[in-house]
């Protein structure tokens, strides 16, 4: 089996992947002792978020997720929040990993709107497909600062990278995605570390870890 490693600033916190409603909820209770829910005073709004993170890390694992993680932190004096996920999906994508990238690029790209950009770079595990764009959410009264069903427009970072043949000859594709609703931090604080997280992806014939 094929191992992924990559570090991340200590910033993100691992969010656990298939968890039952005790856990998350101990989850979401141990971040509101931080101050990093807002709702932290209202048990029922406490109680959905759980079900929500338990729903979002059920999600995660049944769709291949290997890591899962957020931060919550201040850059430039502003509160600041991101959300990343990474999975490993089967993905037949014949003998030539490099083709396989590009490929992927243009289908994927094709299928998103106007304000989605894409380019291959290369990494240390070869040529990485690369998608940055822009994408809405409704965000439901009980989370919303208005009490209002509210639009939050969020950036978003897609990569999809061809993991190198395992011994078993079984071809698959590592994708990443990363999003913040702080859309004018993209540049300056979180496109360095994506930059930095690709850098450092390494696949190995091993379990997965993160470094």
């Known amino acids: 089996m094929m191992r992924v490693d990559f570090s991340v600033p200590a910033e993100f916190q691992e969010v656990s992947l298939d968890m039952?409603?005790?856990a998350a909820w101990a989850e979401v209770n141990a971040r509101a002792a931080?101050?990093?829910?807002?709702?932290?005073t209202d048990p029922e709004a406490l109680s959905e978020l759980a079900r929500r993170l338990q729903r979002v890390s059920r999600f995660l694992k049944n769709s291949g997720a290997v890591y899962a993680a957020n931060c919550l932190h201040s850059f430039e004096g502003e509160v600041s929040l991101g959300?990343?996920?990474?999975?490993?999906?089967?993905?037949?994508?014949?003998?030539?990993?490099?083709?396989?990238?590009?490929?992927?690029?243009?289908?994927?790209?094709a299928t998103r709107g106007s304000g989605w950009s894409g380019s291959?770079?290369?990494?240390?595990?070869?040529?990485?497909?690369?998608?940055?764009?822009?994408?809405?959410?409704?965000?439901?009264?009980?989370?919303?600062?208005?009490?209002?069903?509210?639009?939050?427009?969020?950036?978003?970072?897609?990569?999809?990278?061809?993991?190198?043949?395992?011994?078993?000859?079984?071809?698959?594709?590592?994708?990443?995605?990363?999003?913040?609703?702080?859309?004018?931090h993209w540049q300056k604080c979180y496109a360095p570390i994506m930059a930095?997280?690709?850098?450092?992806l390494r696949f190995t014939e091993e379990q997965h870890q993160v470094a």
């Open 20 to 22: 039952d409603f005790d």
């Open 196 to 200: 930095d997280l690709l850098r450092s």
């Open 120 to 184: 291959l770079i290369d990494s240390p595990c070869g040529q990485v497909a690369v998608l940055t764009g822009g994408h809405s959410y409704l965000l439901p009264p009980a989370f919303s600062p208005t009490g209002e069903e509210t639009e939050v427009l969020t950036a978003q970072f897609h990569t999809m990278i061809p993991v190198p043949t395992a011994g078993g000859g079984q071809r698959r594709m590592c994708l990443m995605a990363f999003s913040t609703p702080q859309v004018t």
């Open 34 to 40: 931080y101050g990093s829910v807002a709702a932290a």
């Open 83 to 109: 959300s990343l996920a990474v999975a490993v999906v089967d993905y037949c994508y014949g003998d030539d990993a490099a083709v396989a990238a590009r490929g992927t690029l243009r289908g994927v790209l």
